[in-house]
């Protein structure tokens, strides 16, 4: 989700300290508009990928999700996204999903583990956040 540029920058100060190595967003200006704070503050490129956008299949988001290549990555999506993701994470991997629904129209939360392969343990960052995904 969009963020003024001081709440993304506020935002981008409170994830620095985690070991990101990359940021993957959305290809939705909004998206990457977001995360350009957090990619300037790390040094980082802001990397399109399509099985981030709003529309895409629960598989792709799975498939991508358990890809080594998206561990210790920022991902910024959308909140649709992460509803379907977090509602498969619930009933399928038994994740706890404590704080999910209603989700805010800027959240971040980390994912713990790696889909289809770990046991997984999602956290809630405080606000303010971005729509992002930690993994």
Do not use: K, N
């Not at 969009?2 to 981008?12: D, K, N």
């Not at 099985?51 to 910024?76: H, I, N």
């Not at 399928?92 to 997984?120: C, F, H, K, N, Q």
């Amino acid at each position: 989700t969009e963020l003024g540029c001081s709440q993304a920058e506020e935002a981008a100060a409170g994830l620095r300290d985690l070991p990101i190595l990359r940021i993957l967003s959305s290809p939705a200006m909004r998206c990457r508009q977001t995360v350009v704070p957090l990619a300037r503050t790390l040094s980082l490129d802001v990397e399109p990928c399509w099985q981030l956008r709003g529309t895409v299949e629960l598989q792709d988001v799975l498939r991508f999700l358990g890809d080594d290549e998206t561990a210790s990555a920022v991902l910024c999506t959308h909140r649709e996204t992460l509803q379907m993701l977090f509602t498969h994470l619930a009933e399928v991997e038994a994740a706890p999903t404590e704080r999910v629904s209603p989700m805010s129209m800027a959240a971040a939360w980390i994912l713990y583990g790696t889909v289809g392969r770990d046991v997984l343990r999602l956290e809630h960052l405080p606000e303010p956040a971005m729509g992002v995904l930690l993994r």
